[in-house]
């Protein structure tokens, strides 16, 4: 297993601390659509992301979804591990969106470790300032940006990580992602049609201008 | 300076780092609705609350705020030091709601002290992971309560934390807390007086009928 690799802290590890984590972690491939993390449900341990894609998104009580965040390759998951922090109190879900190559560390042995070594502790600080970045951007968006702007980036972005203009994906899958319902996208979606945006047909969603979905966003 | 009282992980710090701490921070009074920490401008440094009220808010291009969280008595602010984290990429405004007593422990004197110090690292781990809490409830609220709901809530726990049910505070005060408009928290309030809920008056919310705004913000 290549785990030194993914650990900016490794060298600063004690030969004994290397064998522990290297005994003890995973390698797993994981299936596409695969839901890895349910809340308070699992403690998974941390995942490090070695190729694939996972999404984390957090659930309503009606069911409606808001994804976080994605990891991609070398990326790291700390939230899958967040019975290891008492202060944490909410519950997040990790799934797989592509067949994805993770390696899981046990959340005890990371835990240990993270006890013992300042630059550990001092790491995870880093990894989870990071994913609250990441959600203070997204509540930012939620709170102040207009629902066209966030579905045109949500579009822009999708296009650039499937590497593709066509999206196979369905308005309940957007909905989803932007915390929205069926019904709004759906409509938000024949808008942009309309203006030549994007092109839809059934169970696909081409963009058609992409400088005017950046323009979208950027005005 | 009573420092040690407020810092958990005192007792685990060598003589050396102790008197490095004691001699560098410094106690502050705060006069109301001063602004001590403003975004990536400052790195002020960790700020411990001796006694008083802190509020910590981001505001949107337009100049509309939301409240992310409170500090209180014994609370301690990460942010005003969030220099220290590379990976912190949002800025959060930090004002004094009432006279405040504080002390500043310098960014410089902490981040070296959490370099060296596991106990020091995993404290500002779970500081972190408690306000990326916050957030997320504010997240959740935001995303899936209705205003109403979020309304009487807010009028609830104000109410408590003055100890009165005759609040002081203007509409754009209330919209400045909720993220919202002066005009849709207006509207609300009215709302809830033709419910008789609140009594309004000239700067002053009356809380009414307790049980009633209870019952709103379950049900």
Redesign the interface.
Known sequence: MDIQNYLPFWDKLSTGQKSVLTENSNARKIAKDTVIHNGNLDCTGLIIVRSGRLRAF?T???G?E?TLYRLFDSDMCLFSASCM??????EVTITAETDSDVIIIPTEVYRKL?????P???F??????????D??????Q???KSLDKRLAAFLLEESEVEDTHTLKTTHETIANHL?SSREVITRMLRYFQSECLVKLSRGTVTLTDISGLQRIVRD
């Not at 922090?85 to 909410?90: A, C, E, M, P, T």
């Not at 959600?135 to 930012?140: K, N, Y």
């Open positions: 957090i309503s009580e009606e409606r808001i922090l008492h202060s944490i109190s909410f993270m006890e013992e070594s300042a550990v502790a001092n995870t600080n880093e990894l989870m300032a990071s994913r609250f970045s959600v203070m951007w997204l509540m930012e939620v709170m102040w915390g």
